[in-house]
């Protein structure tokens, strides 16, 4: 009977085209010979998650061959039922992220100031997972939006978690946790049209913005170019709050973390980031990923800034104010140890997407400050947890759970995975000699800290200078940068429909550097400049940091970038290969672009297989490009919009661009006016020297800048 059920499958199978091998690795009978499942090899039994082996996977269980489904049919009953549960809410904010495994090893011991293990014990090496995040985006929006990314990192100390859940930008919109849900609204889609999606650029976004004169420091930094990496290798992470060191004596000293890439800072252009954003959603995720498979394992230095009270006292800012730095000219950075990520998950929903980081998860020998913002975070994101992961005991996923031992007297709860033993689960008791028990000696102690004063809802005086940073921030770039951001806030205040919005921003700039509001005003066509609103504090003029460029901070390397060359029939092999040994040499990745995926027939009739299809391979996916044809594929090309846009992308994008002599037809047909960038490839030394850097005094001949 069953036997010919089968066949009876086997009939309509050629018109439903599905099959799979059976659990012994043999194909059903009825599946069909054209399908290519592995065979042999030693697979597992598929079953249910009651253990059943199931004999079927292609046919659920019908009344007759073309007749009703039954409901007796278990095994369709549990499969779609789990896939009907199979997500959780998403997070509220950073919803979109990646995270990667590795390890975090100190070098220098700071055993002056802290007991925490993991920054005394030099040459230890401690395990993380870190994760990497847009902010206002769902989890399936793009990577490159111009947005804030997260930097946020779980160290699985010999102490216990300690997560470190910071930003790629050292301050932050609002000095109050009581903001944090009307900043988000605002940021996020509009709620009566559900767009736009994972933008600032809205009314609602700048509305709000422009009636909170405290954000203006961290608008200039989400105006520059920090908000459209061009890989999440090349951030930096901050933790942005003071917190403490606190040392066996008690001592406690305050402290500022940072990371600092390997590879340097490096952004892109915005109409790169947008254009990227339609090629390649998933942009920076591939890259990480592909780097690590590699073997290119990204890594960051770990620094501190340390300071004590009474250092702090004489700062012309209160540390405590979330929107506001340390400058690193006025506590610098000692470099402490290094973070290299190593491990792609193996599977993102089980550890990425249920990775739950909280602030508030800190080990003995690190403190909070009273740094409001952070304050209000401590509560969040356990509360936040409880929400996505649906249960207390999230702490025993895998991704979550300590790696030390640990051991306490909380029971029960859904998806309990434990099954404790014994008949003791309180404290103290007498009957158990093996409960565990509170280590005064080496226990979690907070800072000693005495707290006086009124209790009220009051906003300290000291946090009341709002645009003296902001300031600081916009002299310390370089032109360029300065033209990013005036452009930006020209692009972002464009989109905003409301005229009034657009002035109060621009009265607010008007505090930040008059000549900035000024080429604001200009780009949207304002008459006059508003009047500035009234400033709680004096404007001060704090002395420039050329730690906050990016330009200042892009290293003069190939290394973790790409190079991109397009090729053709006719294209010349031996040109291709030399191009390709000096960028590998200078340690770039190289793709080979070519019209069709098999790859060209070389001028001496070998095959040169592609790494990508042209029209899928856009110039936005590399650092530099090359365009080696011969005569006849240039002038095919000539003819084909994706390989003129290859052109006149990269060179809109200050990119370097190396040329053969059929490549040279091509760069006619695009018009472009060759300059320092553009280089002959017989000169691959030339070439490779170009595309260390982007081509900045370019610019102005391929944009109106603000
Ligand atoms: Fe978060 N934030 N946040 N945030 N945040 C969350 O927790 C929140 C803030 C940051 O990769 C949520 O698990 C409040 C500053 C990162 O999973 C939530 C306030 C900084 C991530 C939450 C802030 C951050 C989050 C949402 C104002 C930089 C992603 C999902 C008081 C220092 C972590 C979740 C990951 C995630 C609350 C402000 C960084 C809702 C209330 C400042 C990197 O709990």
């Not at 600032?200 to 405290?214: G, N, Q, R, V």
């Not at 917190?243 to 600092?260: C, M, P, Y």
């Not at 800290?449 to 300290?460: C, H, L, P, W, Y």
Request: with cysteine; proline share 5%.
């Amino acid at each position: 009977m069953a036997k010919e059920k089968k066949a009876g499958n086997a009939a309509e199978k050629r018109i439903e085209g599905k099959g799979s091998s059976g659990s012994n690795g043999e194909v059903h009978a009825g599946n069909g010979d054209e399908l290519h499942q592995v065979s042999g090899g030693s697979h597992a039994m598929l079953t249910t998650n009651q253990g059943i082996p199931i004999s079927d996977n292609q046919n659920s269980l019908r009344a007759n061959t073309r007749g009703p489904t039954l409901l007796e049919d278990f095994v369709l009953r549990e499969k779609i039922t789990h896939f009907d549960h199979e997500r959780i809410p998403e997070r509220i904010v950073h919803a979109r992220g990646t995270a990667v495994h590795g390890y975090f090893e100190l070098t220098d011991s700071l055993a002056q100031y802290t007991t925490a293990k993991l920054l005394t014990e030099v040459g230890e090496k401690t395990p993380v997972f870190t994760r990497f995040s847009t902010v206002a985006g769902g989890a399936g929006s793009v990577d490159t939006p111009r947005d804030v990314r997260g930097f946020a990192v779980k160290f699985y100390t010999k102490e216990g978690n300690w997560d470190l859940v910071g930003n790629n930008i050292p301050v932050f919109f609002i000095q109050d946790a009581i903001k944090f849900p009307d900043l988000v609204h605002a940021v996020k889609m509009e709620p009566d049209r559900g767009f736009p999606q994972s933008a600032t650029a809205h009314d609602t976004f700048w509305d709000f913005i422009s009636l909170m004169p405290e954000s203006m420091h961290m608008v200039m930094w989400i105006m520059s170019d920090r908000t459209i990496p061009r890989s999440l290798r090349m951030i930096e992470g901050f933790g942005v709050h003071s917190f403490r060191l606190i040392n066996d004596a008690g001592e406690s000293t305050f402290v500022k973390f940072h990371w600092r890439p390997k590879l340097g800072l490096q952004s892109t252009i915005w109409d790169e980031a947008v254009k990227i954003a339609g090629a390649d959603p998933d942009f920076h995720r591939r890259d990480l990923f592909e780097a690590i498979e590699k073997g290119n394992f990204p890594e960051w230095e770990f620094a501190v800034q340390l300071f004590t009270q009474e250092q702090s006292e004489k700062f012309p800012f209160d540390h405590l104010d979330a929107t506001k730095l340390i400058p690193e000219e006025l506590v610098p950075l000692k470099v402490i140890g290094r973070m290299v990520l190593d491990r792609w998950p193996d599977n993102f929903f089980a550890e990425t997407e249920q990775a739950a980081y909280c602030p508030a998860n800190i080990v003995p020998g690190i403190d909070f400050s009273n740094d409001p913002l952070l304050q209000g975070r401590l509560f969040s994101y356990l509360d936040t947890q409880l929400l996505r992961l649906g249960s207390p005991n999230f702490n025993q996923i895998p991704v979550n759970a300590p790696k030390c031992p640990f051991a306490n007297l909380q029971r029960d709860g859904k998806m309990q995975m434990m099954q404790p033993k014994g008949r003791v689960n309180y404290e103290p008791n007498s009957l158990s000699q093996d409960a565990p028990r509170e280590t005064p000696a080496i226990g979690f102690r907070s800072a000693g800290v005495t707290e006086n004063g009124e209790k009220g809802r009051i906003r300290a005086e000291s946090f009341a200078d709002h645009y003296s940073q902001a300031r600081q921030f916009y002299r310390s770039q370089t032109s360029h940068e300065q033209a990013h951001i005036a452009s930006a806030l020209v692009f972002e205040l464009s989109k905003v429909a409301h005229a009034h919005v657009r002035e109060a921003m621009v009265a607010h700039l008007r505090h930040i550097e008059e000549d900035l509001a000024q080429r604001v005003a200009d780009g949207l066509a304002l008459d006059t400049l508003p009047n500035a609103p009234a400033a709680a504090a004096p404007v001060q003029d704090m002395a420039p940091s050329p730690a906050l460029q990016i330009i200042g901070k892009m290293k003069n390397t190939l290394e973790g970038r790409a190079i991109g060359i397009l090729i053709a029939d006719g294209s010349d092999g031996a040109v291709i290969a030399k191009l390709q040994k000096a960028a590998t040499d200078a340690g770039a990745k190289v793709k080979i672009v070519a019209p069709k995926v098999g790859g060209a027939k070389l001028a001496d009739g070998s095959m040169l297989e592609a790494d990508g299809q042209l029209a899928g391979t856009p110039s936005v996916m590399f650092d530099a490009i090359a365009v080696i044809l011969s005569a006849e594929g240039a002038t095919l090309l000539a003819g084909e919009s994706a390989a003129i846009e290859f052109v006149q992308n990269a060179f809109g994008h200050l990119k370097a661009i190396a040329f053969d002599e059929g490549g040279q037809v091509l760069l006619q047909k695009t018009n472009i006016e060759k300059d320092r960038g553009v280089v002959d490839a017989g000169d691959p030394a030339g070439f490779i020297a170009a595309a260390r850097t982007r081509q900045w005094e370019r610019e102005p001949s391929v944009r109106m800048l603000a």
